[in-house]
């Protein structure tokens, strides 16, 4: 299930071509087997070639059949990754060094990243503070650098992708080349794909019942496109890259679930086609741009990071006047009169470290800053303009005492500050007093400035005696408190709930020793990561018994709150090859997790994902006319989850089929790949605990079959 290879997109020159690939993937290999005996932390790692053969609706659902790794998803196209039950801003995404700076706090918004331009994902499982400071209490996904051409190369690849579920059509072009120094490697990617489907006809949103035109999931639909293009120069002791790319979506949000009246919809409109985009839809533009450049001097490996980040989203609704808000939208607004919310963030960020060894000490000294500022608009209100400053140094040290035993140590310094505007309604509501009404521009924010700070470490062993890898780490984390968990004072018209921040919430701490076990034999692996994990003050949003009178129509408050957490849980994989060509493999994972104090003492966090078992056979046969050829089908079993917090429910559990096959086809010098899923084979109709949607009990997608095709061009120089 898990390819510790990682193959380079990028084909090398006509010399002697299947040697240099084969060179590759030795040494990436290597490099991934020898940091997972020599680092104590819990990593994953994940190359195109496992994308290629799960291709979801977005990176995240891609990466969801390892163990401990689930989505928040949002329809068929977006979703934000869910490592051993945490998510939002309590894990991170790095991409090509960067850290990806979106909108991450709301349910709704996912990742803005293609799939297509990733190479190898690397997953921490666990705490990674100390690795990237501020909100890494959960894990990290890491998106590498894709690898340099080859010198004296030119060619590319062309991507296409249809899946049936959702009508979508996409296509990606890669264009790279090199002469010695000097390199490029671009990317255009398209995606058009139409509402989706469920195994069903009706849902219920919140006890109303809603007809499903032909099952299809109304104003689901989206676009896609985006661009990447990294260039620079490289030689043997100097590296400088310059990265830019630019991600532009736009989707629909389920027409059904959205605002507070969802059956007001007009449902002859939407229905005429399941292609178009109607309101309420979103619109969102990710921008970045960054330099990375490394260099050699001597017994040291020094590298810098400087990026800029802009992240533009805009959120579309009808007009419709809640509370005291006017029933005819005045013409003289700031906002237009369908803009319901805007947030435009800029994220400036800077970092340097240097990496070196003395004697058996491999050290590795750093720094970084983070300035990011956030702008809103729109006529709905949620969370303040913030602009908020980060800055860490650390230092990491990996010590070999010998062939079997590594000891690894870390401490980090971390400062943050964070800056909130005031706001006041853009109109009038009654306010009375003294057995007086008068009529006064209620404010839902104040200027507010919060700074933390904080020390974290990590200590950890391994031993690798032979066949057997044994690991431990203990390690400690903390998180920043957001702006929406600060100052937030509004409908979250998603949930159909109002949200009230906290300004006195203190820094979110985090303490987990993790553990690993793994053994491999020639036809046998078996790897079990187990973990325990306390927060002393961790930051939920609890539902409150007070009901919103100014916004809405009577909604429920929820308000932020901290209390003591403790987690454990574990991961399980196996995989066992009957003969060269056949294996069979299982892939498990449990987790618990309980609320100590606060009013929800003794329930559990939201999103919980319940215990799961994927169970997976694959043939790999021998074909003289194809190339690596595969069948697989896999079965994922997902229990009950009754261990919940109100107001959520309780999922059932579900049985769910998949059945993949593939092949390279040999075509002259190139190899053309082509990968075919069936994803829910029979078209099972299951709720996922973790889903976005699953919270009006909205089941997840039906039988989907997804194509791919990989075919690679190059030119002689």
């Known amino acids: ?46 190359n195109n070639s496992f994308i290629q053969r799960n291709l ?180 043997e002791h100097f590296k400088s890259v310059f990265y830019f790319s630019n991600v532009h979506t736009k ?26 985009i109607l309101m309420p839809y979103q619109q969102v533009n990710h921008l970045k741009v960054s330099n990375t450049t490394s260099f050699q001097f001597g017994n040291h490996a020094f590298e810098t990071q400087i990026g800029f980040q802009n992240n533009f989203r805009r959120e579309y609704s009808h007009y419709v006047n809640h509370g005291y808000m006017p029933p005819i939208y005045p013409e003289e607004m700031y906002a237009p009169q369908d803009l319901e919310r805007q947030y ?13 060894r003395i004697q058996n000490h491999q050290i590795t000294v750093g720094s970084n800053v983070v300035f990011q500022q956030n702008e809103i608009g729109g006529w709905s209100f949620l969370i303040p303009a913030f602009s908020q400053f980060n800055a860490g140094l650390f230092a990491y040290d990996k010590i070999e005492l010998n062939e079997k035993w590594f000891l690894n140590g870390a401490i980090r310094y ?78 979250n018209y998603h949930y159909f709930r109002f949200e009230k921040g906290n300004p006195n919430l203190n820094a979110e701490r985090s303490y987990q020793l993790d553990l690993g076990m793994e053994w491999k034999t020639q036809n046998w692996t078996f790897q079990f990561t187990p973990f325990a994990n306390y927060f002393p003050n961790f930051i939920y949003l609890n539902p409150t018994s007070a009901h919103d009178i100014y916004y809405g129509a009577g909604n ?34 449990y987790l618990y997790s309980e609320q100590k104090s606060g009013s929800k003492k003794g329930y559990t966090l939201p999103f919980s994902p319940p215990p799961s078992v994927l169970f997976g056979l694959n043939y790999e046969p021998q074909i003289s006319f194809l190339k690596e050829p595969y069948f697989s089908v896999d079965y994922r079993f997902t229990a009950q989850q009754n261990n919940i917090v109100p107001p959520e429910k309780k999922t059932a559990e579900s049985h769910v089929f998949n059945l993949a096959f593939g092949s390279k086809v040999k075509t002259g010098k190139q190899d053309i790949s082509i990968n075919i899923q069936i994803q829910n084979l029979f078209n099972t109709k299951y709720l996922n605990h973790t889903s976005f949607y699953r919270l009006i009990e909205l089941p997840e997608a039906g039988r989907n079959i997804i194509v791919s095709m990989k075919i690679p061009f190059s030119f002689s120089r």
């Open 414 to 491: 971390d400062y943050g500050k964070i800056k909130m505007k005031s706001y006041y309604d853009w109109f009038q509501s009654p306010v009375s007093e003294n057995n007086q009404t008068e009529l006064e521009y209620l404010q839902r924010s104040q200027d507010l400035t919060k700074t933390f700070d904080s020390f974290t470490w990590s200590i950890g062993a391994n031993y690798n005696p032979g066949k057997l890898s044994l690991k431990a780490n203990l390690g400690s984390s903390f998180r920043m408190p957001i702006a929406k968990e600060l100052a937030s004072n509004g409908v």
């Open 344 to 356: 435009d963030k800029d994220v400036w960020s800077f970092s340097a470290k240097d990496e070196f």
């Open 556 to 589: 429920q408050v929820f308000e932020y709150e901290q209390s003591k957490v403790f987690r454990y849980g574990a991961e399980l994989q196996t995989r066992y090859y009957f003969l060269k060509s056949l294996s069979a493999e299982i892939g498990a994972e």
């Open 1 to 46: 299930m898990i390819s510790a290879e990682a193959v380079s997109q990028n084909k090398p020159s006509e010399k002697k071509p299947e040697i240099k690939e084969l060179n590759e993937v030795l040494v990436n290999g290597n490099s991934t087997e020898k940091r997972k005996k020599e680092e104590s932390v819990n990593v994953e790692t994940v």
């Open 56 to 235: 979801g609706g977005s990176l995240m659902q891609s990466l969801q059949k390892l163990p401990g790794v689930k989505t928040i998803s949002i329809g068929s196209g977006g979703s934000k990754p869910l490592i051993r039950g945490l998510s939002f801003n309590q894990v991170i995404v790095v991409e090509n060094g960067l850290k990806h700076e979106g909108q991450q706090w709301g349910a709704d918004h996912g990742l803005e990243i293609d799939q297509y331009a990733v190479n190898r994902v690397e997953i921490i499982k666990g705490p990674s503070s100390f690795i990237y400071g501020s909100d890494a209490v959960g894990g990290a996904v890491n998106i590498k650098p894709l690898p340099l051409p080859s010198q004296n190369t030119f060619g590319g690849s062309v991507d296409l992708t249809g899946k049936s579920n959702n009508a979508q059509f996409g296509s990606s072009f890669n264009l790279f080349g090199r002469n010695e120094n000097w390199f490029f490697d671009s990317r255009v990617t398209r995606m058009d794909y139409g509402d989706y489907r469920v195994p069903t006809d009706v849902v219920h949103v919140y006890s109303y019942a809603v007809p499903l035109y032909k099952n299809h999931l109304r104003n689901t639909a989206g676009r896609e496109l985006d661009f990447h293009l990294s260039t620079g120069y490289s030689q």
């Open 251 to 276: 989707s629909g949000f389920f027409a059904n679930a959205h605002g507070l009246e969802p059956r007001n919809v007009d449902l002859e409109l939407h229905d005429k086609s399941s292609r178009d």
